[in-house]
Nanobody, 114 residues
């Protein structure tokens, strides 16, 4: 069983940086897809960044500003967010998707003020 716990969200001003963390229990490095997703108020949950092995994919809106990192030794993943914009506001979820199951964390709120 995999459990994911996000942390690191908060209230920041536009242009500032935040790093989100996702601590995992259970093996999340068994060939699945790891990812970060964002859900803004009234909107669906959208992909921010995913990692499939050594391949990383980013939403166009965050390319060049966000970096997804994985630390297999710590069984964790991170999302470094630079030059934050008000439109980055939302609840951020980490995810581990395998052929049989998909696991989600509880989410962490990021609010970017202008």
């Amino acid at each position: 069983q995999v459990q994911l716990v996000e942390s690191g969200g908060g209230l920041v001003q536009a242009g500032e940086s935040l790093t989100l963390s996702c601590a995992a229990s259970g093996n999340i490095f068994g060939g699945g897809v790891l990812g970060w997703y964002r859900q803004a108020p009234g909107e669906q949950r959208n992909m921010v960044a995913t990692a499939t092995g050594a391949y990383f994919n980013y939403a166009d809106s965050v390319k060049g500003r966000f970096t997804m990192l994985i630390d297999s030794a710590k069984n964790a993943m991170y999302l470094q967010m630079n030059n934050l914009k008000p439109e980055d506001t939302g609840v951020y979820y980490c995810s581990a998707r395998f052929s049989q199951s998909t696991y989600w964390g509880q989410g962490t709120q990021v609010t970017v003020s202008s």
